[in-house]
């Protein structure tokens, strides 16, 4: 009777905890898209619940009533909890946040910021995320993206160095296309909203002996990778070791990182639960004398948590390596306790410590990933395991290896259609054969490291390494070559990717139909997919005239309903490989695109468009424009244009030189009319 009452109050607490972080999750979502509710409010208002909450239980003698209206108070408490988690989380709330004294005009500003981390360098520029200390005389907080010239600097920075710089401030423009990657909204989620741009002139290096957790491990692994630079890797090589074993990307080539994306092998290079779980059991191994001593499981498990997050920092503290680090932890805690875990405990416990810590993490593509696969494979792993149980161990092993494949796909496809609208049809073949190798090349890539900083000649090891890489980088390549199985451009928005999860997890609940609530729930999913699928439908189906924002260029597209006409003179290899089309093509599902060329008038929805180009010709009988687009930087009077035209708007377009065009806007700015620039405020639209 006793183990009973515990059984279901354990399944209780399990149940309760899951909801908990469900509506807390849900509060985080609202806190990060809604700015109505101040931090302090929020603070408020969460304590008052938290309060009110305390005084029901006391009341009822700490026995819970399974009431609706308490479910319902629980649940307001999690989601404010949420919503304050974010709230306080946000830089900009405080005082001392650098935005209060950043001048984005006016004369450049004295600053002095601290390195945080080595971003990948551009053509033209080292690029690192660094926190502000300094502006002018006062202390401030707050990051900031610095774009240092290649000759700024005699060698590139490292973590925890220290700059004074002298520069202006700079916005971060949002995407200057329709459906393009949202760079502001990106760095915005890491709390970065400006950026500066330095050279040699404007820059010194400050002494600073203050290591931080993060600069030690940044010159840990700057001393690995220092370590195994002599050896005899390949550029392409060294590159996947770097990225298998240390977290580090910035090494590898476009052309590598396509392939493995094509190949759907991707995830490999991301140091997540794999890789952690491979270096779990090689600790376990390694520390399995210490059970021996009194104590000794406290022990294993304190030193195998302390170098699973060491390992975490080495690796750049990335989503992926935190969440599957945090996981691993709480197993090997639960483990410890000899307490029975629970896989969906695990999973939102690792999920709401991490959104405790940053919030702005569930916007994070690695940690949207990372937690679809763990969910899918930890519910269909077990609903596949079922069909068929071989007996063979090398059948059972391929046969588990294939439904793990199958269910982490399950989970992750929405989202990777819609983050990279391509879909890599010998996904399933690729892991077959790369998965089983992987535990190897991470166990003897872990060896390589260990007698490289020992110092220890072991030649023979590393050609056998660098072969297997190899084999490895041109297996990878050669499926990325299989265009026929490769599907790109798939047109998959926000509609698309909420119908799809509807559908798993209304199907999810109906195939195993237990009773009529199960069946009404799994059908008011499917019916909720059918309306947003009918939604989605109607929203594609829309006309609009565009102006894109294409450098040195000029293009004007047609959209109506589902084909695209797009007048342009360029020649058509170069407009199919212009991004801006590609992207506005997918995100509008266009399947029918012609091309005209140029005209000098358009008319749309009751409103006259004039071109006027390098031939300076806008003086027609009979036209009088609305708007008048600029093109290839037209040698004219524009006030006379605007005298003689009498325009409600000008536009000028990304194929005009940047000294005309701030000339024309000064000219509209002295005849009041109003100005767009595409360069600043991107394409235009008429819808």
């Not at 006027?612 to 036209?623: F, K």
């Amino acid at each position: 009777m006793t183990r009973i009452y515990y059984l279901n109050c354990v399944k209780f607490l399990n149940t309760a905890l899951i909801k908990f972080i469900a509506y807390f999750i849900i509060g985080v979502i609202v806190g990060l898209n809604t700015s109505f509710i101040s931090q302090t409010n929020a603070l408020i208002i969460v304590f008052s619940l938290c309060l009110i909450v305390g005084i029901l239980i006391l009341k009822n003698r700490f026995s819970l009533k399974y009431s609706f209206l308490f479910g319902l108070l629980i649940a307001l408490t999690s989601i404010t909890f949420g919503i304050a988690t974010v709230k306080l989380h946000q830089q900009n709330a405080y005082q001392n946040h650098y935005s209060n004294y950043v001048s984005l005009v006016g004369n450049p500003q004295a600053v002095i910021v601290k390195v945080t981390k080595v971003l990948k360098a551009n053509t033209y520029n080292d690029r690192y995320e660094a926190k502000l200390l300094q502006i002018d005389q006062n202390t401030c907080q707050g990051n900031i993206l610095l774009n240092i010239n290649t000759s700024a600097t005699a060698k590139p920075l490292k973590v925890d160095d220290v700059l004074w710089l002298k520069s202006n401030f700079k916005t971060i423009l949002p995407p200057l296309n329709p459906f393009q990657f949202n760079y502001k909204t990106y760095l915005k989620n890491k709390h970065i909203e400006h950026q500066l741009y330095l050279n040699e002139n404007n820059i010194a290096l400050i002494n600073n002996h203050k290591k931080s957790i993060i600069g030690y491990a940044d010159k840990l692994r700057n001393y690995i990778i220092k370590k195994l630079n002599p050896l005899a890797f390949g550029k392409n090589e060294r590159a996947i070791i770097y990225a298998l074993l240390l977290g580090q990307k910035t090494e590898l080539s476009k052309e590598t990182y396509n392939d493995y994306a094509q190949a759907g092998v991707i995830h490999i290079l991301a140091v997540s639960g794999l890789h952690v779980g491979l270096l779990l059991l090689l600790l376990k191994l390694v520390l399995q004398p210490l059970l021996a001593l009194k104590n000794g499981a406290i022990l294993q498990s304190a030193i195998i948590i302390l170098l699973l997050w060491g390992f975490a920092l080495i690796a750049g503290l990335s989503a992926s390596v935190v969440r599957a680090v945090t996981m691993f932890s709480l197993l090997t805690v639960a483990n410890n306790l000899k307490r029975p875990t629970n896989s969906y405990n695990t999973l939102f416990l690792s999920m709401f410590l991490l959104l405790l810590c940053k919030p702005s993490f569930i916007y994070d593509i690695g940690f949207q990933l990372s937690y679809s696969a763990v969910f899918s494979i930890v519910y269909f792993h077990s609903k596949f395991s079922r069909l068929w149980q071989p007996k063979n161990k090398l059948v059972n092993y391929y046969w588990q290896l294939s439904i793990v494949t199958i269910a982490a796909q399950i989970g992750v496809l929405p989202l990777s259609l819609f983050y990279f609208h391509q879909f890599p049809g010998l996904f399933f073949l690729t892991n077959l054969v790369v998965l089983p190798f992987l535990g190897l090349i991470i166990g003897l890539g872990i060896v390589v490291i260990l007698l490289a900083v020992c110092n220890i000649n072991f030649s023979l090891l590393v050609n056998f390494y660098q072969t297997i890489i190899e084999t490895l980088n041109q297996f990878i390549a050669w499926v990325a070559q299989q265009d026929l199985f490769i599907i790109t451009a798939i047109s998959f928005n926000r509609y698309n990717l909420i119908i799809s999860y509807l559908l798993i997890f209304g199907l999810v609940v109906l195939i195993p139909y237990k009773n009529f609530k199960s069946l009404v729930f799994g059908l008011t999913l499917l019916l909720l997919a059918s309306g947003l699928n009918l939604a989605n439908k109607h929203q594609l189906n829309h006309n609009n005239f565009i102006i894109f924002h294409t450098p040195k260029q000029s293009v004007i597209g047609l959209k109506q309903n589902t084909s695209l006409t797009l007048f342009s003179n360029l020649e058509d290899t170069l407009l199919n490989f212009n991004s801006a089309i590609k992207n506005y093509k997918i995100g509008n599902a266009i399947t029918h695109v012609k091309k005209q060329s140029q005209k000098s008038i358009y008319t749309y929805l009751d409103q006259t468009l004039l071109v006027v180009d390098s031939l300076n010709i806008y003086n027609i009988d009979g036209v009088s424009p609305d708007i008048v687009l600029l093109q290839h930087s037209p040698k004219l009077n524009l006030n006379r244009l605007i005298d003689n035209l009498n325009p409600k708007l000008i536009i000028a377009d990304g194929s005009n030189y940047k000294s005309l065009i701030s000339t024309w806007d000064k000219t509209c700015r002295i005849k009041k009319r109003p100005f767009y620039d595409t360069s600043k405020k991107g394409a235009y639209s008429i819808k």
